[in-house]
């Protein structure tokens, strides 16, 4: 197959190509070699015959086929293809392990414009390392013969100052990362974005240490089994960056997902990875205390089942805002979050000396809270946010000032304890409750729309006197947003 730019993909026989190409000069070609489609057997050191005589002209070049027969590719790119701008190499193992010793290098000075590359197994990419790279992507498996040395891999990127983006996957980071002084990390000045994927956390440990990119960057993680941040999150890196704004989701699967911002601007940090303890284990404090985070969200997604994390407690949510002394801003949403969290705010923090007493997030002046609604499924730890022997169809059906009155119950006490504590008056306090279905379930209710209020439910403080009284306690308006239905 062989592309042209301004012209679509096309296969055709060999005289029409060779008629095509040379109509063509001088655009440049993008070509893809794929070996499955051709059952070749013998190693690429050569080009067909009809692409040959154009090397010069390819900037694009796809290979598709087996690591075995990849040899002599160095050698024919370093002396065949010096426009060549993207090289893409997916060459599964399965012939066997290639060893540095049967793989040609790159002829120096080679390559001048390669600018990207993608490859699997990401074991081949000291072999492609130039420095005219700007995106590099690797890929590997997670039973890989061979993987990729730590020491190989810091070699080759040494030879790629310039990178823009860098991305290892499918268990193609190193595990065996040396211990390196701050100052001999790999310095990448220009790097916009670091992803580390379906990695253990020991080597996304190694990778963020070994690494030194700009405060800028953004760096994507996705880690496994791991028992907390400190397990692939290295302190003295993360304490770098000044965050404002956090977003932590837990997970129904065992997993969380942390974003971070800075400036209130796109996140800098994403952070995934697996987690079955309760939130006050998580190491927040730890990471987050020296910083003015003034912004927090927190997606509770939390289930019964045997492989769901540990659940949280009130104690737990003490501890996880310890990590925000600063907060002004704090949302809550879910199943036990919201629960939770308002007997935390109303606890008193004991500081370095015991004799003082701080209030929780005692600068908080815009609280949002949200209650996943659920059914009774017959277990007793579910949580499903509905008064006693209620079930969600029941509950609905309540009249809107019913409800609103149920849920300022819960909610009054505790901005009371506050405000005797000296908590500032809020700006706003608003909450809502949403309820999940599945879309077949939906399919006879064509006027529900994702994420619409049941009709009737919104509620302010003229119609609710329990609102009116709660606004008296904080200090600034309460509203109730409504019963939201959103699909999944």
Not at 402 to 412: A, G, H, L
Request: glycine share 6%; aromatic share 8%; net charge negative.
């Amino acid at each position: 197959m062989v592309r042209s730019r301004g012209t679509s993909s096309s296969t055709l026989p060999s005289e029409l190509v060779s008629a095509f190409l040379e109509r063509s000069s001088p655009c440049f070609i993008h070509s893809e070699v794929d070996q499955h489609s051709t059952n070749a057997t013998v190693p690429v050191s050569v080009l067909p015959v009809e692409l040959s005589i154009h090397a010069w002209r390819i900037s694009s070049l796809s290979f598709s086929g087996n690591a075995m027969l990849l040899p002599d590719l160095p050698q024919l790119l370093g002396r065949s293809m010096p426009a060549l701008e993207k090289l893409r190499i997916v060459a599964p193992m399965g012939g066997g392990p290639l060893t540095p010793l049967s793989f040609t290098r790159l002829p120096k000075n080679s390559l001048p414009h390669l600018r990207e590359l993608s490859v699997s197994p990401g074991e081949l990419f000291p072999h492609f390392a130039v420095r005219s790279l700007r995106n590099v992507s690797l890929s590997g498996c997670r039973s890989s013969i061979q993987p990729l040395e730590s020491q190989v891999l810091l070699q080759a990127l040494r030879k790629c100052p310039d990178l823009e983006t860098l991305h290892f996957g499918d268990y193609v980071a190193p595990y065996d990362w040396p211990v390196l002084h701050e100052a001999c990390a790999i310095h990448l000045p220009s790097l916009t974005k670091l992803e580390i994927f379906d990695t253990k956390s020991l080597a996304v440990l190694g990778a963020l240490s070994a690494l030194s990119v700009p405060s800028t960057a953004l760096i994507h993680v996705s880690a496994e089994d791991t028992r907390g941040l400190s397990d692939f999150l290295p302190h003295h890196v993360f304490q770098r960056y000044s965050f404002d704004r956090v977003i932590l989701r837990i997970n129904e699967s065992s997993s969380c997902r942390l974003e971070c911002f800075s400036d209130h601007s796109q996140p800098l940090w994403v952070l995934g990875f697996d987690y079955r303890g309760s939130l006050g284990n998580l190491g927040l404090e730890e990471y987050f205390q020296g910083m003015h985070v003034t912004h927090l969200e927190v997606l509770d997604a939390w289930e019964v089942g045997v492989l769901n994390a540990d659940r949280s407690g009130i104690d737990d949510w003490v501890v996880a805002l310890r990590a925000f002394p600063h907060l002004t801003h704090l949302t809550v949403c879910g199943t036990d979050g919201p629960n939770l969290v308002l007997p935390a705010l109303a606890r008193c923090t004991t500081s370095s000396d015991p004799s003082v007493a701080r209030l929780s997030c005692a600068s908080l002046t815009n609280i949002a809270l949200s209650w996943k609604i659920t059914s009774p499924r017959g277990d007793p730890n579910e949580p499903t946010n509905l008064p006693e022997g209620c079930d969600a169809a029941t509950y609905r059906s309540w009249d809107v000032e019913e409800r609103v009155r149920w849920r300022c119950s819960m909610m009054q006490p505790v901005f009371e304890e506050r405000a005797l504590n000296g908590a500032p008056e809020l700006h706003t306090l608003e909450f809502w409750e949403f309820e999940t279905r599945r879309r077949r379930r939906w399919q006879q209710e064509d006027d529900v729309k994702d994420g619409e209020l049941i009709p009737s439910t919104h509620c302010g403080e003229t119609s609710a006197p329990c609102l009116a009284q709660l606004r008296r306690v904080v200090g600034g308006p309460v509203v109730y947003r409504g019963y939201l239905l959103t699909k999944e």
